[in-house]
C-alpha cells in the first residue's frame, strides 16, 4: 500500500516531475497524472506535454491554422488540436 502524502508535497512532486519531462517514461506519466486527479491538482497547460492517449512525451507540431495548434504524437500518430 501506498504511503499518505500531504496535497503540498503532491505539488511538489508534479511540479519537480515536468521540469523534464522529455526523459520520463509513458508509465510514469500516467502514474503523475492520477496522483494530480487522486488530490484534485489541475494539471492545466502541463497536459499538453504529453499524449493524451498514450501518454508519450514524444510530440511534434504539424502546423498553425485559425487559432488552432495541430500537434500529432510520434509514436501513436495520434492527432490533437489545442486553441492557441
Do not use: H, T
Request: glycine share 2%.
Amino acid at each position: 500500500m501506498q504511503k499518505k502524502i500531504p496535497k503540498s508535497d503532491a505539488k511538489k512532486e508534479i511540479e519537480k516531475f515536468f521540469l523534464d519531462i522529455k526523459s520520463k517514461s509513458p508509465k510514469e506519466i500516467k502514474q503523475i497524472k492520477r496522483l494530480a486527479m487522486q488530490f484534485k491538482i489541475p494539471l492545466k497547460e502541463k497536459r499538453k506535454l504529453f499524449c493524451k492517449k498514450c501518454y508519450s512525451p514524444n510530440l511534434k507540431v504539424l502546423g498553425i491554422k485559425k487559432g488552432f495548434k495541430k500537434i500529432i504524437c510520434k509514436d501513436c500518430e495520434n492527432e490533437s488540436k489545442w486553441k492557441i
